[in-house]
């Protein structure tokens, strides 16, 4: 494998279900991101590891619950979701800040 | 408040010519600037990037320009081809921050 992989690609759920989101980077960085992206939107960034640390949440509903175990695996643990969570979710990695991010090919998450 | 604005939603360029993409940002903080491009069902992938030390940047097809002053970046694709018809975002970043501010993205479509 190589760059960023994230499983599942699709996803549907009801609003009682509790499920997760996996992404693993083999590029050797060190931060890690979550990143919605719904329908003629800008991408939105929800969560950012750096070194296993959370260092940037920004104001996501607690529905979402990220979990970096280690530099190279990231989750997004979703429980009672909203039908206006249906987005692509994408999950990034970079070598430190202010520079280029490595996205992965996204989760399509619909939620019914 | 959207800090980086791609003010054409969609291009259509025949193959061959040129086709150039404008991005313009609101936060003159920002120092690093970066363009995407992406497929349907797919994450996006980096494209070339310039530092604001630099007001061109060219790498093969793609020519990035900075004018600081008028907080204007702009993409030149030529020639452009079948394979550049995607949604290409321009993104900015600030060297010591995590978070990319993203563009909502300009479709483009070269015509055969």
């Known amino acids: 494998e190589t760059g960023v992989t994230q499983t599942p690609r699709h996803l549907v759920m009801g609003m009682t279900n509790k499920k997760s989101l996996k992404c693993e980077q083999h590029?050797?960085?060190?931060?890690m991101y979550w990143y919605k992206q719904s329908a003629k939107k800008p991408l939105e960034l929800m969560f950012v590891?750096?070194?296993?640390?959370?260092?940037e949440n920004n104001s996501v509903p607690s529905r979402f619950s990220p979990e970096c175990p280690n530099s190279s695996h990231l989750f997004l643990h979703l429980h009672t979701l909203q039908p206006e969570d249906s987005a692509l979710y994408l999950c990034a990695s970079s070598q430190g800040q202010g520079r280029e991010q490595y996205f992965g090919p996204g989760t399509r998450l619909t939620v019914t | 408040d959207q800090q980086v604005k791609q003010n054409s939603p969609s291009l259509s360029v025949q193959e061959g010519r040129i086709s150039i993409l404008n991005c313009d940002y609101t936060?003159?903080?920002?120092?690093?600037f970066l363009w995407y491009k992406k497929y349907p069902a797919e994450g996006p992938t980096f494209l070339i990037s310039i530092s604001s030390i630099k007001d061109k940047n060219e790498d093969g097809r793609f020519t990035v320009f900075l004018n600081k002053s008028a907080k204007h970046l702009s993409l030149h694709i030529v020639p452009s081809q079948p394979g550049d018809s995607a949604v290409y975002f321009c993104?900015?970043?600030?060297?010591?921050?995590?978070?990319?501010?993203f563009g909502a993205g300009t479709t483009v479509t070269v015509r055969a």
């Open positions: 590891y750096s070194l296993e640390e959370r260092v």
């Open positions: 590029l050797g960085h060190n931060a």
């Open positions: 936060n003159s903080m920002f120092d690093y």
């Open positions: 993104a900015a970043t600030i060297s010591n921050d995590y978070k990319l501010s």
